[in-house]
C-alpha cells in the first residue's frame, strides 16, 4: 500500500501537530490523563469556548479535530465514529449536537475546526500558561478584534487629540525659532548696512 492510499483511509487534521507527544502528569497515570482529556473535550463541544491550561488545551484540540472530522467523513451510521464520539463525549446527548449541528455547520469548512488563543496571565500565579479553546462560529463575540482603526474607539479619539496638541506645539516652537532667525538676520542686515554707511 502506497503514501497515496494510506492518506485516503486517514482524515487529515489541518492543526500543527508536535511531533512529540505532551508529558500531561496526573495522579491516577494515563488512565487518569484520558479522562481529563475527555472532560476537556465534552466541555468543549457543550460550551464551545473554554479558558484552561495551554497545554491540555493543544492535546485535546487534536482530539477535537479529529472527532469532528471523523464524523463529517464517515456520519452517524458508522460503527466505528460512533463507538469514538460514545468514548470522548461522556455527556450522551451531546453525541446528538455532534452529529446535527456541528457536522452541518463545518462540512465545507477548508480550514480547521477549532482555534486556539494564548489567554493572558494573572499576576501572581505560577508560570503556567493560559489558552481559550473554541469551536469556529461559536455564537459568542469574536476574541479577536477585527476593527483596530476604529476612530470612533474612546482611546483613539484621545490619542488624537494628544497627537494634535503635540503638533500644535511643535509648530508653535518652530514658527517661534524662524521669527527669531528673521530677526537676527534683519539686525545682522542694519548693522551691515550702518558699518558700510560708516565707511563712506
Known sequence: MNQAEVAKLVSKLRIKI?????????????????NKLRKTVTGLIKHERIELNFNRADEARQYTERLISDAIRYGDCHKPTMEIADYWLLEKELVHKLFKVLVPRYENFDKSYTRMHKAPRAMNVRN?????LELRGNPYPSLVNKQGNNRQLIQNILLDAAKYDYRQS???EMAEKIGKSEEQGANTNVESAQESGDKN
Open 18 to 34: 508536535p511531533p512529540q507527544p505532551r508529558k500531561l502528569k496526573n495522579a491516577q497515570g494515563p488512565e487518569g490523563r484520558l
Open 170 to 172: 511643535k509648530y508653535l
Open 128 to 132: 503556567q500558561e493560559k489558552a481559550v
